[in-house]
């Protein structure tokens, strides 16, 4: 079983401030790293596709960076507001696993006012 | 927008019962996937399926099966229930060709085995 792991586990901050999660998976054979936000009762919802070293997205206020040489990936959000409250997961594919994604254990954010 | 619908929000069945967990897509995929999350674990792959009756299974296929017969959709089996299976279930599927597709999930069924 690959690992795929998530830091910090949890994340309390303040309305306005801004904040940044890591994702570590295996180096070796990659071909895709996803993020995706779950909010509370809610289903989990894709937020970026990253596939080559280097890359970085971006989606309003929340954007990912990508090294696949030393395996980690970052999430950043700049100007935290309630509603990014949720569960940020992340995960992994290997090259020549046909769609399968191994996940984290996911950082859980809490944003007040 | 992608469709996943999983058949109930929330059962509770007994331990011994064989429990059967439903979910169609309405986006002609041909990746689907069952998932479940327990606190701590995070999401693990129980079975996913590539095509109409092909299937292969996850992480953790132990005390499952599958059943894919129709494209939209995939279900998951449990055999003969036991409480450790008492559990967040997710169903996902996504588009078959690219490497780079995201996955799209249900609601989850939280199931209960008493």
Known sequence: ILNVEQSPQSLHVQEGDSTNFTCSFPSSNFYALHWYRWETAKSPEALFVMTLNGDEKKKGRISATLNTKEGYSYLYIKGSQPEDSATYLCAFRRAGTASKLTFGTGTRLQVTL | DVKVT?????????????????????????????????????????????????KEKGDIPEGYSVSREKKERFSLILESASTNQTSMYLCASSPGQGGSQPQHFGDGTRLSIL
């Open chain 2, 6 to 54: 999983q058949s109930s929000r929330y059962l509770v069945k007994r331990t011994g019962e064989k429990v059967f967990l439903e979910c169609v897509q309405d986006m002609d995929h041909e990746n689907m996937f069952w998932y479940r999350q327990d606190p701590g674990l995070g999401l693990r792959l129980i079975y996913f399926s590539y095509d109409v009756k092909m």
